[in-house]
């Protein structure tokens, strides 16, 4: 039976995205090989150079498919906050805590930044601030923040921050302790915010 061309298009992205981010998550952007993972793929450089240009465009597809998924992850822990505070510091802990974990270490806060640079130049970076300054300004609306911080402004320091944060655990001799370290700082950092900092920030 004929298969649909998008059907096909979709599953050669999947295998090629799903080879690199093995490679890319084991041995590193540097070491991986475009010719070992369009092998291991079943496909050709040919394929990978026609669905993401080169090796960095597959690296920002690696990145993409991980991003959702830690997007996803983040949106079920905060889901179960009391508060919308709470929910707003656990979105936030919870990003920076993954740094723990060697694939999203590696790929997201060491070689995801050396190869493209800025992570909030990203294109995955807007969706972030925005969600961000959504909350903001209902904890505005609320009076949980104080009124004289502009909610936009707030999320891009908050998301330079976070992303520091992620880079600096990713990048540490000592990971759990370094994250330790800065989720505590962190929050604290956000707690400035409140307006009446107490119960709602525990």
Request: aromatic share 6%.
């Amino acid at each position: 039976m004929h298969r649909p061309r998008k059907e096909m298009i979709a599953e050669t992205r999947a295998k090629l995205i799903a080879a690199a981010r093995q490679a890319f998550g084991t041995i590193g952007y540097a070491e991986a090989s475009m010719d070992d993972f369009t092998a291991s793929a079943g496909l050709t450089r040919g394929a990978l150079y026609h669905h993401f240009g080169d090796k960095k465009g597959l690296l920002e597809a690696v990145i993409a498919e991980i991003d959702g998924e830690m997007a996803a992850r983040v949106n079920e822990v905060a889901s179960r906050a009391p508060t919308r505070w709470q929910r707003f510091v656990d979105e936030c802990t919870t990003y920076i805590e993954m740094a723990l974990e060697p694939e999203i270490q590696r790929i997201m806060f060491r070689d995801g930044p050396a190869v493209l640079g800025d992570p909030a130049q990203w294109s995955n970076a807007n969706a972030c601030v925005g969600s961000m300054t959504d909350h903001l300004t209902a904890l505005q609306g609320e009076g949980v923040v104080v009124p004289g911080v502009d909610p936009e402004t707030a999320a891009r320091l908050i998301n330079g921050a976070s992303s520091q944060a992620s880079q600096r655990i990713a990048n540490s001799n000592d990971p759990e302790a370094t994250s330790r370290k800065v989720v505590s700082a962190f929050k604290q950092l956000l707690e400035g915010l409140l307006k009446e900092p107490g119960p709602q920030s525990n």
